[in-house]
């Protein structure tokens, strides 16, 4: 274990059976924030203040604001392409105040390669300011205390981009969305301190539970898709808009909310849409013109749960049937797995990104479309899967993507299964993964998974190590266990760290204390080591077959003995089998006199080099 863990431990921020620790803390912001987008333009100007609260035992020294829209500056460091032409001035701060203090943003305190101590103070104010690429830091000469709340005001001003990219911007002039757009608190926790880590776009983001109170003002004919509640529905639709939009929220059948053939341009004038959010790590929002919108509710345990697709109308027929499968995957993630009901009033995919990609956000996903109905519904279902993780329980997404991506993958493979049951789609997503796995596993970028993700440069090392790998473990970890102790562990972790931040350990320290098990010697070998997923059938020995784990991953084995009268039999055996550590495992075959061959049966793990799986033996 790291030396930054194994102080939280000491320290009693989380404890040895995956629990919070009895001195666990987070800190948290809350956010008024007043947003105009800028007529004929995706410029925003904002006005916000934040509530700070410092619930750590530590005296903060220093500030850490994230300005995520520096990603598309000129001149800004970035994984991503972006025509020079799109690119632009970044997040613009003014006017920033604590607690009232006036911050003079033009005296920057950073000093290029000279060592803390030489680094010049202005003394005569409080705060000085130093700036990164994606963030800027204020530095205190009287830290904020501990237990304390401190304001932050500031005017700010940025811009979009004015295409599509990086999972944000604008689709056209009519339709955009906007993700994280607004100047942000970044979290400071009892692992690593202050996140400090810059916004490439490689990775997503880290960010703490706060309300939110949003008013975002846009011209003219526009409409605001949301995290959160709209609370002022009637002062931005027109009276048929609002009686559809109330009839959707309780009713099962499809409402028809917005046609844009239709829309009431005319009496959405330059409407001011407000949005309130409770305990959540971020707010995104999607601007239109002339989607169409249908929606319809959906009873989850006690409540209902308002479901809406906002799509593009230049697919019409194809994204309007998502509503059902959206319904379909709320259901699906409430009563089976993970089987914890959905926890939000609301959710609203805004689909019509001009390429085949989505991003979720609390309550909503940005997606794309392809021509396939069934890549359409999965991305659906796994968008949504993210609720629970990284938003409804925190993960922090910059060093642990395969703690979020990983599941909405492994979620997805089992809702596919339950989706297109008894159809050729069965295993449509599982097959998928397994072939992407088997081309790219066990090259030498693919570091263990508890390497930080944001170390992960290569781009298809962040496809195996934040989606495929993990899947694969939990599905592993799901044969090892079993699906029943399997779920109830998953729902345990869920219910634990709800609201909350963990870590790798908290992870894995749960399913070992829920489990009964100790199954450390599977998460060193999944989590903390290289390894793939290849066996190979070596010999057959006094009855015994030997396989070898090359690879070296604890993964399920799955046998196939064919007999001499034709008669075949499976062996299937769960991961435990390589408990002992052990690289060679032995497996008794009844009747191997009369055996003919013995064959790993790969279709369902994966399994890199298929030239080593047959047996075939000489009579
Ligand atoms: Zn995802």
């Given at each position: 274990?790291?030396?930054?863990?194994?102080?939280?431990?000491?320290?009693?921020?989380?404890?040895?059976?995956?629990?919070?620790?009895?001195?666990?803390?987070?800190?948290?912001?809350?956010?008024?924030?007043?947003?105009?987008?800028?007529?004929?333009?995706?410029?925003?100007?904002?006005?916000?203040?934040?509530?700070?609260?410092?619930?750590?035992?530590?005296?903060?020294?220093?500030?850490?604001?994230?300005?995520?829209?520096?990603?598309?500056?000129?001149?800004?460091?970035?994984?991503?392409?972006?025509?020079?032409?799109?690119?632009?001035?970044?997040?613009?701060?003014?006017?920033?105040?604590?607690?009232?203090?006036?911050?003079?943003?033009?005296?920057?305190?950073?000093?290029?390669?000279?060592?803390?101590?030489?680094?010049?103070?202005?003394?005569?104010?409080?705060?000085?300011?130093?700036?990164?690429?994606?963030?800027?830091?204020?530095?205190?000469?009287?830290?904020?205390?501990?237990?304390?709340?401190?304001?932050?005001?500031?005017?700010?001003?940025?811009?979009?981009?004015?295409?599509?990219?990086?999972?944000?911007?604008?689709?056209?002039?009519?339709?955009?969305?906007?993700?994280?757009?607004?100047?942000?608190?970044?979290?400071?926790?009892?692992?690593?301190?202050?996140?400090?880590?810059?916004?490439?776009?490689?990775?997503?983001?880290?960010?703490?539970?706060?309300?939110?109170?949003?008013?975002?003002?846009?011209?003219?004919?526009?409409?605001?898709?949301?995290?959160?509640?709209?609370?002022?529905?009637?002062?931005?639709?027109?009276?048929?808009?609002?009686?559809?939009?109330?009839?959707?929220?309780?009713?099962?059948?499809?409402?028809?909310?917005?046609?844009?053939?239709?829309?009431?341009?005319?009496?959405?004038?330059?409407?001011?849409?407000?949005?309130?959010?409770?305990?959540?790590?971020?707010?995104?929002?999607?601007?239109?013109?002339?989607?169409?919108?249908?929606?319809?509710?959906?009873?989850?345990?006690?409540?209902?749960?308002?479901?809406?697709?906002?799509?593009?109308?230049?697919?019409?027929?194809?994204?309007?049937?998502?509503?059902?499968?959206?319904?379909?995957?709320?259901?699906?993630?409430?009563?089976?797995?993970?089987?914890?009901?959905?926890?939000?009033?609301?959710?609203?995919?805004?689909?019509?990104?001009?390429?085949?990609?989505?991003?979720e956000f609390p309550m909503m996903a940005n997606n794309g479309f392809s021509n396939r109905e069934i890549s359409n519904n999965l991305m659906t279902f796994h968008e949504l899967a993210h609720t629970y993780l990284p938003h409804w329980v925190g993960i922090n997404e910059v060093k642990y993507s395969w703690m979020e991506e990983g599941w909405a993958t492994f979620l997805t493979?089992?809702?596919?299964?339950?989706?297109?049951?008894?159809?050729?789609?069965?295993?449509?997503?599982?097959?998928?993964?397994?072939?992407?796995?088997?081309?790219?596993?066990?090259?030498?970028?693919?570091?263990?998974?508890?390497?930080?993700?944001?170390?992960?440069?290569?781009?298809?090392?962040?496809?195996?190590?934040?989606?495929?790998?993990?899947?694969?473990?939990?599905?592993?970890?799901?044969?090892?266990?079993?699906?029943?102790?399997?779920?109830?562990?998953?729902?345990?972790?869920?219910?634990?760290?709800?609201?909350?931040?963990?870590?790798?350990?908290?992870?894995?320290?749960?399913?070992?204390?829920?489990?009964?098990?100790?199954?450390?010697?599977?998460?060193?070998?999944?989590?903390?080591?290289?390894?793939?997923?290849?066996?190979?059938?070596?010999?057959?020995?006094?009855?015994?077959?030997?396989?070898?784990?090359?690879?070296?991953?604890?993964?399920?084995?799955?046998?196939?003995?064919?007999?001499?009268?034709?008669?075949?039999?499976?062996?299937?055996?769960?991961?435990?089998?390589?408990?002992?550590?052990?690289?060679?495992?032995?497996?008794?075959?009844?009747?191997?006199?009369?055996?003919?061959?013995v064959e790993l049966v790969t279709d369902t793990f994966p399994d890199v080099n298929p030239s080593n799986n047959l047996l075939e033996i000489k009579i």
């Open positions: 274990m790291p030396r930054e863990f194994k102080e939280a431990y000491k320290n009693k921020t989380r404890a040895h059976n995956g629990n919070l620790g009895e001195h666990y803390w987070q800190n948290s912001g809350n956010y008024v924030i007043e947003a105009e987008i800028i007529p004929g333009s995706w410029k925003i100007i904002g006005k916000q203040t934040i509530l700070y609260t410092n619930n750590s035992p530590d005296s903060l020294s220093e500030i850490v604001i994230k300005m995520y829209p520096n990603h598309y500056k000129k001149g800004g460091v970035r994984a991503n392409k972006i025509p020079l032409k799109n690119l632009t001035d970044g997040m613009v701060i003014s006017n920033l105040m604590v607690n009232g203090e006036v911050v003079n943003l033009n005296m920057d305190a950073s000093v290029s390669n000279l060592a803390h101590a030489t680094k010049e103070k202005n003394k005569n104010s409080n705060i000085s300011v130093s700036y990164n690429s994606t963030f800027l830091t204020l530095e205190f000469n009287q830290p904020i205390p501990p237990n304390s709340t401190t304001k932050f005001s500031m005017d700010w001003e940025t811009e979009m981009p004015s295409i599509y990219v990086n999972k944000i911007g604008a689709y056209d002039g009519e339709s955009a969305f906007m993700g994280y757009w607004y100047p942000q608190i970044a979290v400071y926790d009892d692992i690593d301190g202050w996140d400090k880590n810059e916004y490439t776009g490689a990775q997503e983001c880290y960010t703490d539970f706060g309300d939110f109170n949003v008013k975002i003002k846009v011209p003219k004919g526009n409409y605001v898709f949301a995290t959160g509640d709209l609370l002022n529905p009637k002062d931005v639709f027109s009276s048929e808009e609002y009686s559809a939009y109330v009839l959707s929220k309780t009713s099962p059948e499809n409402t028809n909310i917005l046609n844009h053939k239709t829309t009431s341009k005319a009496l959405n004038s330059e409407a001011t849409w407000f949005f309130k959010a409770e305990n959540v790590r971020d707010f995104g929002f999607g601007v239109t013109n002339n989607f169409n919108w249908v929606a319809n509710a959906t009873a989850v345990e006690n409540k209902v749960v308002s479901s809406n697709i906002v799509y593009s109308h230049k697919d019409e027929k194809n994204l309007r049937d998502l509503l059902n499968t959206q319904n379909k995957s709320i259901q699906y993630l409430s009563n089976k797995l993970p089987g914890v009901a959905y926890p939000y009033n609301s959710f609203t995919s805004f689909i019509g990104v001009p390429e085949f990609d989505g991003m493979f089992k809702f596919c299964q339950d989706f297109y049951r008894d159809t050729a789609f069965e295993n449509y997503e599982l097959n998928r993964a397994i072939s992407s796995y088997n081309r790219s596993a066990g090259k030498q970028w693919e570091t263990p998974l508890f390497s930080p993700s944001n170390y992960m440069v290569v781009r298809n090392m962040h496809f195996q190590q934040s989606y495929r790998k993990p899947a694969f473990m939990y599905l592993a970890l799901e044969h090892l266990l079993g699906e029943k102790l399997f779920k109830i562990c998953l729902k345990t972790y869920l219910n634990r760290w709800k609201g909350k931040h963990p870590t790798p350990f908290d992870f894995m320290f749960t399913f070992n204390d829920v489990s009964g098990k100790n199954l450390n010697w599977f998460w060193k070998k999944w989590v903390f080591e290289y390894g793939y997923a290849d066996l190979a059938l070596t010999k057959i020995e006094s009855s015994k077959v030997v396989i070898e784990n090359i690879g070296g991953l604890p993964v399920p084995v799955s046998l196939k003995l064919t007999y001499a009268n034709n008669k075949t039999s499976i062996i299937n055996n769960s991961p435990e089998i390589w408990s002992s550590g052990k690289s060679n495992i032995l497996i008794e075959i009844i009747n191997a006199e009369d055996l003919i061959s």
